[in-house]
């Protein structure tokens, strides 16, 4: 049967407008890509673990609990020879710290994931300013030709400082320094856990794995991190295999207390980064970089009516004590080291009444100077400055007298007086009156920014800019103490950057001030962190500049300055992970064909 001619019409009319919308959908697919949104993959894992590069999915045997960890492409050795961190021992569970034994290569657990893909809002800034603490994706000022994705730390006309972990800054046109407070969007992607009460160890797992390392002649045998109390008589610290714990009611308040084995367990240390400090001079200095930014939490569950549920946070020198009464009252009580009692007027919030039988989740945070009791999500009372505020040369003095001690005598001997400037963190929990179970105990930290060094200069063209800039030049090869000043012992190393690290750009001793140019903002001058802070290529190692970039006016004078990132080399925001971390096949790592699905999310 011949078709008639309107119908071939008809067919030829439904084939054109597909060829069309197809089409319509490829060039605006490329509109999109150019003037709105574009994909970026995370090949590193300086945003870890919030935003991950290439990395292995692994599981602690002594605890179960799931973390990645970084996977190098060209793992470094001494001599260039390759070293196999699991064999080494630098493969640590982040709760709790335990080694990871080795696992043979193509097991599940040594499949490499590739690195996240991030959908970028482009031009959000031609439309809105910056805001301090977005994660944004641009151009490496070191090279153009590479894109990276950090956090927003400073921004134009601001003077930045990290101090003892800590984002400090003096205002346009200001003197005093301040500090930069993160908001919640930001601050709750940003804890790390230092112990989650829902996995702890296998008691026999730990027994082995501890005769495996005396069998090594090792002297790092695992403590486990644990709660404990004087009265266990009024605590049951076994329930579900002490996941749980029962408070079985006293008259007065009995308390638990978490205990680490020593204070290093409070060090920055990530899962996603081998254990031992890679850099030299070491990134992570021991016995200074305590974290006292700290969050306690848990499901609190009455099982009577006069239950009262008390919270206790100790770190930076200062002591928190939150409380909530049956009838939904809460206080929190504030004191300062040395003091014996708490402040006579505690600040106070209010709740509906507690019922039995029904969870609430609880919170103690103790973050960027500011401590917030939060009952279901919610802040309930909070400190201000008046009440607890930073003293910004109190830090400076006890960093000053840290860097003395260690010049002047050997690590093991000024350990005992820097935990007097920098004293061990404390969290305990307290009960008083009627029974309670509490469950889904976590104790977390903050991101704990480092003092890193400068990267050394070395020769070509990117390191053209910083060698030919008397002023650059001149900072670079001067080594500083917490307040700026020229070092005496280092007198005899200046000029000699390519033999000596110096302190990096914005930390404690050398802040970094940000320009910003009336007329020309293309020029304006930001200051980017990455969260992994100990592992982080950022602003504050930076000595490379790109050819490309505009770095000298017409008269020939700088105008780009080492490590700010110039807004014409901002891209945009990143909104949103859409592809998280595919997983490849085994002879294919880097070609994620399966994406995790369940870490699809927004980022903040």
């Known amino acids: 049967m011949v078709k008639s001619e309107q119908a071939k019409l008809k067919e030829l009319r439904s084939i054109r407008d597909t060829v069309e919308s197809i089409w319509v959908a490829i060039v605006l697919a490329f509109v999109l890509r150019a003037f709105v949104i574009e994909a970026f993959v995370i090949p590193t894992g300086s945003m870890a673990p919030r935003l991950m590069g290439r990395h292995i999915r692994l599981q602690c045997p002594t605890t179960g609990y799931e973390f990645a960890?970084?996977?190098?492409?060209?793992?470094?050795?001494?001599?260039?020879?390759?070293?196999?961190?699991?064999?080494?021992?630098?493969?640590?569970?982040?709760?709790?710290?335990?080694?990871?034994?080795?696992?043979?290569?193509?097991?599940?657990?040594?499949?490499?994931?590739?690195?996240?893909?991030?959908?970028?809002?482009?031009?959000?800034?031609?439309?809105?300013?910056?805001?301090?603490?977005?994660?944004?994706?641009?151009?490496?000022?070191?090279?153009?030709?590479?894109n990276y994705i950090k956090r927003?730390?400073?921004?134009?006309?601001?003077?930045?400082?990290?101090?003892?972990?800590?984002?400090f800054r003096v205002p346009p046109g200001g003197k005093e320094p301040e500090i930069c407070r993160k908001p919640r969007r930001a601050q709750d992607v940003m804890w790390q856990v230092l112990h989650d009460n829902d996995y702890p160890p296998d008691m026999e797992t730990l027994r082995v794995l501890n005769e495996r390392l005396m069998a090594r002649n090792r002297l790092d045998i695992v403590v486990p991190p644990k709660w404990q109390g004087d009265a266990e008589d009024r605590w049951d610290l076994t329930k579900a295999g002490g996941r749980h714990f029962e408070f079985k009611g006293a008259d007065d308040f009995t308390e638990i207390r978490f205990k680490a084995a020593n204070r290093d367990y409070f060090l920055p240390?990530?899962?996603?980064?081998?254990?031992?400090?890679?850099?030299?001079?070491?990134?992570?200095?021991?016995?200074?970089?305590?974290?006292?930014d700290l969050k306690l939490e848990f499901m609190f569950v009455p099982r009577e009516p006069d239950v009262t549920i008390a919270l206790m946070l100790a770190g930076n020198g200062h002591y928190f004590r939150a409380e909530l009464s049956p009838d939904g009252q809460a206080k929190l009580f504030h004191r300062r080291e040395g003091e014996a009692d708490w402040a006579s007027q505690p600040l106070v919030g209010k709740v509906p009444p507690l019922r039995i039988g029904r969870g609430y989740s609880l919170a103690l945070t103790n973050v960027d100077y500011r401590a917030t009791l939060w009952v279901d999500g919610q802040a309930v009372v909070q400190t201000t400055d008046a009440d607890y505020g930073p003293d910004y040369k109190d830090i400076k003095d006890r960093l000053h007298r840290s860097e003395v001690l260690q010049q002047s005598r050997s690590d093991e001997a000024h350990q005992e007086e820097l935990a007097r400037l920098f004293p061990t963190?404390?969290?305990?929990?307290?009960?008083?009156?009627?029974?309670?179970?509490?469950?889904?105990?976590?104790?977390?930290?903050?991101?704990?920014?480092?003092?890193?060094?400068?990267?050394?200069?070395?020769?070509?063209?990117?390191?053209?800019?910083?060698?030919?800039?008397?002023?650059?030049?001149?900072?670079?090869?001067?080594?500083?103490?917490?307040?700026?000043?020229?070092?005496?012992?280092?007198?005899?190393w200046v000029g000699g950057a390519n033999t000596y690290r110096v302190r990096g750009w914005g930390v404690a001793g050398r802040p970094i001030e940000l320009a910003d140019y009336p007329g020309l903002h293309d020029l304006d001058e930001f200051f980017v962190l990455g969260d992994n802070s100990p592992q982080s290529r950022d602003g504050r190692s930076w000595t490379q500049a790109?050819?490309?970039?505009?770095?000298?006016?017409?008269?020939?004078?700088?105008?780009?300055?080492?490590?700010?990132?110039p807004r014409y080399n901002l891209i945009g925001k990143a909104l949103w992970v859409y592809w998280p971390a595919g997983f490849g096949l085994p002879i294919l790592e880097d070609l994620p064909i399966i994406p995790n699905v369940g870490r699809m999310r927004l980022i903040r």
């Open 269 to 292: 240390h990530y899962g996603y980064n081998p254990r031992r400090n890679s850099r030299n001079p070491p990134v992570i200095v021991r016995g200074v970089d305590i974290c006292g």
């Open 69 to 146: 960890f970084g996977k190098a492409r060209r793992p470094e050795g001494i001599g260039g020879v390759p070293v196999d961190p699991f064999a080494a021992g630098e493969v640590r569970c982040p709760n709790g710290g335990y080694p990871i034994p080795p696992v043979p290569p193509g097991t599940p657990h040594r499949r490499v994931s590739s690195g996240d893909r991030v959908l970028v809002m482009k031009y959000l800034y031609s439309f809105r300013e910056p805001e301090r603490w977005d994660v944004v994706v641009f151009k490496n000022p070191q090279n153009n030709r590479e």
């Open 425 to 492: 963190p404390e969290v305990r929990i307290a009960a008083r009156g009627g029974k309670c179970w509490l469950r889904h105990v976590r104790v977390m930290r903050d991101v704990y920014y480092t003092n890193q060094k400068l990267d050394p200069i070395g020769s070509g063209p990117l390191w053209d800019y910083a060698r030919n800039q008397k002023e650059i030049r001149r900072l670079i090869n001067t080594e500083t103490n917490v307040y700026g000043q020229i070092k005496p012992r280092f007198q005899r």
């Open 546 to 565: 790109a050819p490309t970039l505009r770095l000298r006016d017409d008269d020939g004078r700088a105008l780009y300055k080492l490590g700010t990132v």
């Open 152 to 167: 927003l730390i400073g921004l134009p006309g601001e003077t930045i400082e990290i101090v003892h972990g800590d984002i």
